[in-house]
């Protein structure tokens, strides 16, 4: 079975930082590409970021790009997601999503159930 | 890509067939289309990829279609559990990848 445990989330003031961790476990973690899609209460879906097996090729939303950064370990199986320059746009719940695909493809095959980042001062 | 997707919010009986639409802003990769749905308080399932496959496990109740800007998720026969808002999504080929607004379904 394939399981994506988030952790990390919290409530952080404006403009400081938080890192996201997500430990996968049921799969070859290192065969999926892996991504972060977030949500804001009561919203609909947005993607932040994606990585590829080998982390060769990375994407991110434009709401992030620059102060967001993406990463993984293959030999812990997991993902992280840096995030600085924190704003109160960025509060939602952020799911570890597996991709498909080992290439960032971008079809969201299994999610997590999501750590609660909250931005407010 | 900007998708669009309508109706907002959908009432049926359980027994009927639904019909969501999803509209893009403009045409991408015909086959890169995909359907989710989400429960509350649940995340969200993965129904339909490449505009018609459905993913491991989606009962045949639910198929996908359409082409160049408009595409439809069907559900044959409405179950009470299929209550949920339903998103569509693009992923031509690379990133960013947008999702719809949404659509919620509910039973009547």
């Known amino acids: 079975e394939v399981q994506l445990v988030e952790s990390g989330g919290g409530l952080v003031q404006p403009g400081r930082s938080l890192r996201l961790s997500c430990v996968a476990s049921?799969?070859?973690?290192?065969?999926?590409?892996i991504h972060w899609v977030r949500q804001a209460p009561g919203k609909g879906l947005e993607w932040v970021s994606g990585?590829?097996?080998?982390?060769?090729?990375?994407g991110y939303a434009d709401s992030v790009k620059g102060r967001f950064t993406i990463s993984r370990d293959n030999a812990k199986n997991s993902l992280y997601l840096q995030m600085n320059s924190l704003r109160a746009e960025d509060s939602a719940l952020y799911y570890c999503?597996?991709?498909?695909?080992?290439?960032?493809?971008?079809?969201?095959?299994?999610w997590g159930q999501g750590t609660l980042v909250t931005v407010s001062s | 890509i900007v998708l669009t997707q309508s109706p907002g919010t959908l009432s049926v009986s359980p027994g009927e067939r639904v019909t969501l639409s999803c509209r893009a802003s403009?045409?991408?990769?015909?086959?890169?289309l995909a359907w989710y749905q989400q429960k509350p308080g649940q995340a969200p399932r993965l129904l339909i990829f490449?505009?018609?496959t459905r993913a491991t496990g989606i009962p045949g109740r639910f198929s996908g279609s359409g082409s160049g800007t408009d595409f439809t998720l069907s559900i044959s026969r409405l179950e009470p559990e299929d209550s949920a808002v339903y998103y569509c999504?693009?992923?031509?080929?690379?990133?960013?990848?947008?999702f719809g607004p949404g659509t919620k379904v509910e039973i009547k």
């Open positions: 999504q693009q992923y031509g080929g690379s990133p960013p990848f947008t």
């Open positions: 049921g799969f070859t973690f290192d065969d999926y590409a």
């Open positions: 490449g505009t018609s």
């Open positions: 403009q045409s991408f990769r015909t086959s890169y």
């Open positions: 999503v597996k991709d498909r695909m080992i290439a960032v493809a971008g079809v969201f095959e299994d």
């Open positions: 990585i590829s097996w080998n982390s060769g090729t990375i």
